[in-house]
């Protein structure tokens, strides 16, 4: 090149240099104006703004600024708008604060703009029409209230409105419905005023998706959504809708999946179905009534039919077994009637066939497995008639078999016991035979037989069945003796052997019986004495013995069995019954045993005393005399001793009370004389390995403390001393409301107590599971004030939130305010604290672990935790960081949801591994919760919570969110963010979007959203 033109080629150069320059200093300026978030630590002076990760730069000029997810907190700068040429504006999953940003009327190119999952209040404005350039507009997962106003239907060219998950009170506008670009509408989960469906939707003509779930609609659906050509998303679901579902709206060329499912839809389905596309179809929990159109034959595409929960009658459609695609065919709960198509499953690779509780007759089809992937056959609750298909015993797909209350026959095939992924099989009331097998499934959890005619003996086999939790056999034809080898079963919960023909006697070891609280033996013709050993069992509540061959007495340690029902009735027991049960609980449980007696007149039965002769009552007079006699020489020896021992006792407490040091974290009234001369047999609490704790009254003040007194091994050297107070101290300087306060630390050489406040209502697994454990430290609640097992008070759901976001709140500020950040590393149900109002706190920081025993390894790596809460990294790193407490977390979540305990799953499975299976094979999220506080208005919510728990629980740390996510996911609920909701019934009707099985199987915390659906910790959705 000659000189001549190098003048010019920096002259074409200079403006772009200028231009990026300036923009280089905008951008600084923003990220000063923002606090200069670490994430933005590569924006810096030296380097070019389109090399930065969240700039993207179009002929070297700034268009796109990427700022999620960077943890932003402030609220956002007009400066942003400086940047002339930008067309892209990213700002959500952060914690942005304040109203809507109008001066973004400024940003005059704006065409995307993506708010959401933020902290956004207030209105929207009125005159929001002024950002003409949008195409795409996100603000779901905020705080916006009010309406949305009429002027969101004057953005010409927008094809994207997101407007789910707010808490918009108000109305929603007609004026929507000019849009006429429009592609995407998402309005679910907001609390709009009771409102019809404007009939100008209907003229969305390029609109694909529309999703108003959960938003108090009302009215019917207008019969102008027939008019929608391009729909191929319509989601209505759980609102309360009424009237018909519109005849065209079967008959759309486009529509592909459609959810109208938990409404009050009435009227029959309409018989014009031509929408060939339809993938999916979900119009369960309606009143639907009339027959199943026979044109439903015609949807060719279709894999997934749900019209369960209905008042639909008539015959199933034959045609409809020939559906090539068909994997998931739903009808429970309705009128049908008629025998099953024959060839249903020939055709298509049927996951799920579930037909109960209707009127059906006839056999089962012989082809439900044909396509070999068959995960369920329920159809409990029908007519039907004639033996199992051979073919399903050929099924090694199944998982469950649900048949009972029926007119079945015959045996059950073979293969059906053994099938490797059986897990419940439920064949009561019918007319089945047979013998059981010596062996079953692996997995197989819930065998119910009741009401049948099998027969012969319960096989020694059964020590092979270690992963059954309930057995049901009663009024049945078994004989012979209970074998030995059913004791073996440690997971059993429930034994019902009731009205058979069993004989001989019992068993006389339990050992494994840990976990059973249900045994019914009676109705048969058992003998010999009742085992000392089932007066041992732990948790046994029911237990049934009547109308048997017992003798010989009831063994004494029966006294000690928790029993909510007894009933030894009908045997021929002898002597005492145990003083425990000698009250009106139990007046029915003895009777028919004529040896038996009792010491009070409350139970019928005879006297344990007769009156006594001439004879014994000299002798009873001698014996005081000679008992006052000795009482009198010991009182006298007693008190001459007492008065030289007392100045060497008090000499003593005297040097040993100075041998304590008192290290005060709070204001304390007390001393740790108080504290000291309280530590007795009347206030303990509870103790476990490394301790006791007491729960005391400190009468100085009325107020009540609870105290953990630790055991120290004599030889713990100095570091570990230096590095227990070191600990305590971090903990003794924690002030946070979701936090137990550790008020005080008193010790001396051989051992350390720790003053916690007292916790009116103990541990959250009490509530939860009604245990009264007083096996651990961490068990006993810290503040609870007795042993004894806690009355069964249901926990509401609103309650259970409540304690969620509470503890997630003690959570969050130990990871993410503290420095360094606190790690707990035993997150669980008994380390959640709850005071008088049901506040959750958390407690026990493994200080009791800390002098347990010397040589342990004592840093943030040591393997610590209870089992079912461990995250899978725990055990095979020494490296872990907050995030295994995030999985224990997750763990916690699934408590509350679904009522279970952590290692409450299957055979080889704790919790989180069950729930990741339900998630995986597609099952509702609903089937899962806690039966006690399952309420129709909570059930969005609940699988929210339960689907945010599974996801707590992935394997990989990666995966999991922060407790920050989860806070702020937990956050949407609380009723504090819900003011303006008047009821309590609606405190937590805003609810995120729920993760699906897809989603929690491939989640990443940067993951980009599709066009369609976003993906994130935070906004997800539910199949």
């Known amino acids: 090149m000659s000189l001549p033109f190098l003048p010019c080629f920096f002259f074409l150069l200079l403006p772009f240099t200028v231009l990026s320059q300036s923009e280089q200093s905008i951008l600084l300026k923003l990220k000063r104006q923002l606090g200069n978030p670490p994430s933005l630590h590569n924006w810096i002076s030296s380097s070019s703004p389109c090399t930065w990760p969240e700039i993207k730069c179009t002929a070297g000029s ?63 404005p009125d005159d929001i029409d002024r950002l003409s350039t949008l195409t795409y507009l996100d603000v779901g997962a905020n705080n916006f209230s009010g309406n949305i106003p009429p002027a969101i239907g004057r953005l010409p060219e927008l094809q994207t409105l997101y407007l789910y998950q707010n808490q918009f009170n108000g109305t929603f506008p007609k004026e929507i419905g000019n849009l006429s670009n429009l592609e995407y509408l998402a309005m679910p989960y907001n609390g709009f005023v009771p409102s019809e469906i404007p009939v100008e939707f209907g003229k969305l003509s390029k609109l694909k998706y529309m999703w108003i779930k959960n938003s108090n609609l009302i009215g019917s659906i207008p019969e102008s959504f027939s008019d929608l050509s391009s729909l191929e998303h319509l989601d209505l679901a759980v609102n309360n ?14 529509l592909t999946y459609l959810y109208l499912f938990h409404n009050n839809l009435s009227g029959e389905i309409p018989q014009k179905v031509e929408a060939f596309n339809l993938v999916e179809i979900d119009l369960g929990m309606n009143n639907l009534n009339g027959s199943i159109p026979q044109r439903f034959a015609k949807l060719q595409k279709l894999e997934v039919l749900h019209l369960y929960d209905n008042q639909l009658s008539g015959e199933l459609p034959a045609n409809i077994s020939l559906l090539p695609n068909l994997k998931n065919f739903r009808v429970f709960t309705n009128k049908l009637s008629g025998v099953l198509p024959s060839e249903i499953g ?49 099924c ?29 099989l439920l064949l009561s009331d019918n007319s089945f035979s047979g013998n059981l097998p010596s062996s079953v499934a692996w997995n197989l959890s819930r065998l119910e037989l009741s009401n049948n005619r099998f027969s012969g003996p319960i096989p020694s086999g059964i020590s092979r069945w270690q992963g059954l939790v309930v057995l049901e056999a009663s009024n049945n034809l078994f004989s012979g003796e209970i074998p030995v080898e059913v004791t073996s079963l440690k997971h059993l919960t429930s034994l019902l052997l009731d009205g058979n023909k069993l004989s001989g006697q019992l068993p006389s070891l339990m050992i494994s019986w840990k976990s059973l609280t249900t045994l019914n033996l009676s109705r048969n013709e058992l003998s010999g004495e009742i085992p000392e050993a089932m007066g041992s069992l732990p948790d046994l509540l029911y237990l049934d013995l009547s109308q048997n061959h017992f003798s010989s007495e009831i063994p004494s340690n029966f006294g ?112 740790q004389a108080n504290i000291l001369a309280s530590l007795t047999e009347n206030n303990l609490i509870g103790s476990g390995g490394s301790g006791k704790v007491y729960r005391i009254d400190v009468e100085r003040s009325g107020s009540t403390v609870a105290v953990k007194k630790i055991w120290k091994n004599r030889n713990c050297d100095e570091k570990l001393e230096k590095e227990f107070l070191s600990e305590v101290e971090i903990l003794g300087g924690i002030r946070h409301a979701n936090i137990v306060k550790l008020l005080c630390c008193i010790s001396n050489e051989d051992s350390k107590l720790l003053v916690y406040e007292y916790m009116e209502n103990q541990s959250l697994d009490r509530w939860l599971h009604g245990k009264g454990r007083s096996s651990s430290l961490s068990s006993t609640g810290i503040g609870t004030g007795t042993n004894s097992v806690v009355h069964h008070v249901v926990l509401d759901w609103p309650r259970r939130l409540q304690i969620a976001i509470g503890a997630a709140q003690g959570l969050h500020y130990m990871h993410h305010d503290c420095a360094p950040p606190i790690i707990h590393r035993d997150v669980k149900s008994s380390n959640i604290l709850l005071d008088s109002e049901f506040q959750a706190k958390i407690a026990d920081f493994g200080l009791a672990k800390t002098l347990a025993k010397q040589g342990d390894a004592h840093t943030m790596s040591s393997v610590a935790g209870s089992f079912g809460y461990i995250a899978p990294e725990y055990a095979y790193t020494t490296k872990v960081n907050q995030k295994i407490d995030v999985y224990s977390f997750g763990v916690v979540l699934l408590e509350l949801v679904t009522g279970r305990e952590p290692n409450e799953g299957d055979e080889n499975s704790n919790l989180a591994e069950w729930a990741w299976r339900q998630i995986a094979e597609g099952k509702a999220a609903v089937n899962c919760f806690d039966p006690e506080i399952k309420e129709a208005h909570y059930l969005e919510e609940m699988a929210t ?79």
């Open 241 to 254: 809708l009424e009237g018909k579902i519109p005849d065209g709206l079967l008959s759309l060329e486009n």
């Open 945 to 1023: 919570v339960f689907n945010l728990g599974v996801l707590c629980t992935s394997k990989l740390p990666s995966n999991r969110p922060s407790m920050k996510e989860v806070l702020q996911v937990l956050r949407r609920y609380s009723s504090k963010d819900n003011k303006q909701k008047k009821k309590m019934g609606s405190e937590f009707d805003v609810v995120p979007l729920l993760a699906s099985a897809t989603y929690l199987s491939s989640y990443k915390p940067d993951e980009e959203y599709n066009s369609n659906v976003k993906t994130s910790c935070l906004s997800f959705t539910v199949q």
């Open 560 to 671: 000690g069995l928790k029993l909510a029902f007894l009933d030894l009735s009908s045997n021929q027991l002898s002597g005492k019954i145990p003083e425990e049960f000698d009250n009106l609980a139990y007046e029915n449980s003895f009777r028919n045993n004529s040896k038996l007696c009792a010491i009070s007149p409350v139970v019928d039965l005879p006297s344990c005393y007769s009156k006594p002769t001439n004879s014994d009552k000299i002798s009873s007079k001698l014996l005081a005399l000679i008992l006052v006699l000795a009482i009198t020489i010991f009182l006298v020896t007693a008190i001459l001793t007492l008065f030289a021992f007392r100045d060497h006792l008090r000499k003593k407490q005297k040097r040993e009370m100075a041998l304590w040091k008192l290290t005060s974290f709070q204001r304390v009234d007390f001393t």
């Open 396 to 424: 090694s797909s199944l998982r469950t078999v649900q048949l009972y209350d029926n007119r079945l026959s015959g045996e059950i095939p073979s293969g059906i016991w053994t099938s490797i992924n059986m897990t419940y």
């Open 62 to 124: 700034v268009t796109q600024l990427l700022l999620r997810d960077k943890n932003i907190t402030a609220p956002i700068p007009a400066t942003i708008c400086d940047l002339k040429n930008l067309t892209t504006l990213d700002l959500a999953y952060n914690y942005i604060p304040l109203g809507f940003p109008t001066f973004l009327y400024n940003c005059s190119n704006l065409q995307f703009l993506d708010l959401s999952q933020n902290y956004f209040v207030g209105l929207l």
């Open 346 to 394: 020939l055709h298509s690779k049927l996951e799920a066939f579930e037909v109960s509780t209707n009127r059906f007759s006839g056999q089962l089809p012989e082809n439900l497995c044909a396509g070999g992937v068959l995960l369920g056959v329920v159809a409990f609750s029908n007519n039907l008639t004639g033996e199992v298909p051979q073919s399903l015993g050929n």
